[in-house]
Each structure stands twice: as C-alpha cells, then as structure tokens.
C-alpha cells in the first residue's frame, strides 16, 4: 500500500513544505519546511534569529508544518527524512522536526545538509547525517531506496527525490526548472528521468510558476542581464549595491565576476550570504577569495571602507525582499557608514516573493531608497521555478500514473492539473488537488 500525506507546503507558496509517503509499514519524509513569510513577519530578519524558538512557540505561531498527527500515527514507521534542497521553506525545520523522528537519518546533497548544519547553529541533533552525491543513491530497506536525481533550481546541488519502491517510483520534484545551462553544476539528469518514466507511479511537483507560458530562462540569461545593467557605469564614480537571494550561489558568482569586470572589488556583506558560501565552500561547489562580512560589526567596518571610495567597491548585501533587519534595509535607513547619494546605484537581483509581508517591506524600502534619489533597477533576474511548458515537458517525459500539483494553493494547482488534462490526465482520477493536512491512497 502507498499512501500520501500532504502535510504542509500545499496550500500556499514558499511555505511549510512537508509530505510523508507510506510504503506498507514504512515511511519516509520528504522536506521540513519553514513558513518563510511568517517567519519575517515575526522576526524581521533571514529567519536566522528564531533559532532559540522552542517547537511549540513555532507551531503557534504557524512558523513550520503542523506535524502532530503525523507524528502520532505513523511517527514509530519513518524510516528517513530526504531534504530536496537547500532553501529554508524545504530544510528550515528540520532542526525543530526531525528530533522528533529520532532514528530516522536525514539525506540530503552535500550541500542541503551543510545548509541545515548552519541552521542548528551548533545545537545537536540525535538524527544522523547521510550525505548523497546528486544522481546517486542510498538503501533504506530491502524493499525501499531513495535516489537523489540531478535537477536546476535557484539554489545548487537540488535533487528530484525518487523513492522506489516495489509498487513503482514516486517522483519528488519540489522545487525544479529545466535550465540546460547553469553556472553551477550539471543541467537536470533528463536521461535518468527518461528511465525512471518506466515506472512512475507518482509525481509531485511544484507549480509556482504556472501562470507563466513559455520556458523559464536560463540562468545564464541573468548573468547577460546584469552585465547589460551594469556596463553602462563602467568607470562612473558611484556606488554600486546589488542585492539578490543569499541562497543562490550561482547569482553571487555572477556578481563577484562581474564587479571584478568593472576593476571593483566585491564585498559581500550579511549573515545569510556568510551561511550560504560558507555551505558551498564545505560541500566544494563553490569558493571565493573575494571578502565576505558576517557580522554586523565587520558589516559596518566594510561599509565604511566603501563609503570613503565608492567607485572602488561593489557591495553584494542581503536584504533583497526589503527584510527590515537585512543589510540593504539597514542603509537605506541609515543606519550603517554607507551613505547612499544622487545617482548610486541599487539593484534587485531578484523579484518580490509575492506574499503581502514581502511586497509591504519591498514598498518601504524602494520608497526610502528613491528619497535619496538612487537608481533602482529591479527584477534583474530569472526565475528558479518551470514555467508551464517546463511543467508540461516534465509530465510527458516522467509519465506519472498519478500526479500531485504542489507548493502553489488551490489556483495554481487548477492551473497545473489543467496543463495535465491538455495531455490526457483526469482531475480526481489521476491528478490529484490536495491541501495541507490531508492524504491519499495511491495504491491498495
Ligand atoms: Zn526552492
């Protein structure tokens, strides 16, 4: 028997994502997600200071997947906890969750787990660590293993988690894009996705970005983005601040490369970026000489340095979703050495998630930032999601009996099962819309 349980990340975007799947008398979750737009409403910050909350607090507060039923029925069954990858509505609870499952170990690329060791931030946690090289895999049982496919995203090293079993292969792609060009890593592992369409029993996947047509770009297409932005100061005396998701590595690489382009040196300022390049040094994806400040009192030191000769430095800082305790909020509110003028320069690398906490803090800080007459420039970016032919594309080439629209709320998924019906699925037959909390039999 094989059974769904949609426990959070379903019923909204960037939230709480958690499924547990049952394969007779075991079990396996997949993701530990926290609800990022809780978390910065509460906090102010990356999520990074809510480390002390206990897990009730957390529940109350609807910061992480309610799991307590789960716990209660099928807790004793679970046998690992697959993390897909490494942003924080995926991996930010784990810390507080898998605890809770004790004897599970948690798997994940080398790069997810260095990710959630940063965010125990030194706490212990009795689960043990088991990390999996993308496109390889890892025995839980004589009847179930998991495999770590190769996939894009905005964050490296993201795996479309397969569990086989001996009723077939559920897919876990949440979150995915098809770029076949990355910066950083391999592009997705199409013909071992190609194999496992042999005996997909079910897929689920994300559907952020459904509503829009055509194919997402690829990543490098922001990088020819950037450069077309910032060419144009090439040798102009002023400051330069670019902002962008701390997660995504490949992004930062472009700056340092491109700020190295214009003869300034990059300084990347921010506890959450700090994390992040810390993570990629420790799973060797990726490191940098170019400095980088964590601290708010090394923040402040770098910020004053480039003050004094802004034509000299080009600072990539946190704060990209106008969070009120990041970086960029910090100097538009004057509150560090940086002291931002006529004609500097500030970019969003990145768009505005849209939930109302994100779009408000986005509003502040552009308002604030265009009283001092800088330049904005935002949306100088392209999207980590598939867009809906990506989606369609993924259908057809995995070829799911049963497919399970995610990560979206009830009108994208709609969106989603709709793409599905174009190519011969039928909603409540062989798509299936669930919301956070509820569950399915796959398969008696
Ligand atoms: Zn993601």
Redesign the pocket.
Same mark, same amino acid.
Do not use: I, R
């Given at each position: 028997m094989i059974e769904l349980w949609a426990v959070g990340g379903y019923s909204e975007v960037?939230s709480k994502n958690m499924t547990a799947i049952r394969i007779d008398d075991e079990v396996i979750i997949l993701d530990m997600g926290y609800n990022v737009g809780k978390i910065v409403e509460y906090e102010g910050t990356e999520g990074e200071e809510l480390v002390k909350l206990p897990y009730e607090k957390m529940l109350a507060i609807d910061a992480i997947p309610n799991d307590t039923k789960l716990h209660e029925e099928w807790g004793s069954m679970v046998k690992a906890i697959v993390i897909?990858?490494?942003?924080i &509505?995926?991996c930010g609870a784990v810390r507080l969750l898998a605890p809770r499952y004790k004897k599970a170990p948690i798997i994940g690329t080398p790069f997810t787990l260095e990710v959630v060791r940063n965010t125990l931030e030194g706490k212990r946690i009795p689960n043990k660590f088991i990390p999996l090289n993308p496109s390889s895999k890892y025995k839980i049982s004589d009847r179930v293993t998991i495999e770590l496919v190769n996939m894009t995203?905005?964050?490296p090293q993201?795996s479309a988690v397969v569990i086989h079993t001996p009723y077939g292969k559920i897919v876990y792609a949440?979150?995915y894009k098809l770029d076949d060009h990355p910066l950083i890593g391999k592009k997705p592992n199409y013909s071992r996705l190609k194999e496992i369409s042999k005996n997909c029993l079910a897929l689920i996947s &994300?559907t952020?970005r459904v509503e829009y047509t055509g194919h997402t770009p690829s990543e490098m297409l922001a990088r020819e983005m950037l450069k077309d932005v910032l060419m144009r100061y090439l040798n102009r005396d002023v400051g330069i601040i670019v902002t962008t998701f701390s997660?995504h590595i490949a992004r930062l690489s472009t700056l340092i490369s491109l700020a190295r382009k214009m003869g300034r040196e990059p300084l990347l300022v921010g506890r959450s970026i700090s994390n992040y390049l810390q993570a990629a040094k420790r799973a060797h994806i990726f490191s940098t000489d170019a400095k980088v400040f964590g601290y708010k009192r090394d923040v402040n030191k770098a910020l004053r340095r480039a003050n004094k000769e802004k034509s000299k430095y080009f600072v990539i800082c946190t704060g990209n979703q106008g969070e009120p305790n990041s970086v960029l909020s910090r100097i538009a509110n004057d509150e560090t050495p940086y002291v931002l003028g006529d004609d500097d320069i500030v970019i969003f690398s990145c768009t505005v998630i849209p939930t109302p906490v994100s779009e408000a803090n986005r509003k502040t800080i552009e308002n604030k930032l265009l009283e001092k007459n800088v330049r904005i420039f935002r949306d100088i970016h392209v999207s980590?999601?598939a867009s809906r032919e990506d989606q369609k594309e993924f259908l057809q080439m995995l070829k799911p009996k049963h497919y399970f629209p995610t990560h979206g709320g009830i009108e994208k998924q709609a969106a989603a099962a709709k793409i599905a019906e174009s190519i011969g699925y039928k909603i409540n037959e062989n798509v299936h819309i669930l919301q956070d909390g509820q569950r399915m039999v796959i398969q008696e």
């Open positions: 960037g897909g990858h490494a942003h &509505d995926h995203h905005s964050t993201t949440n979150d &994300d952020t997660s980590g999601h």
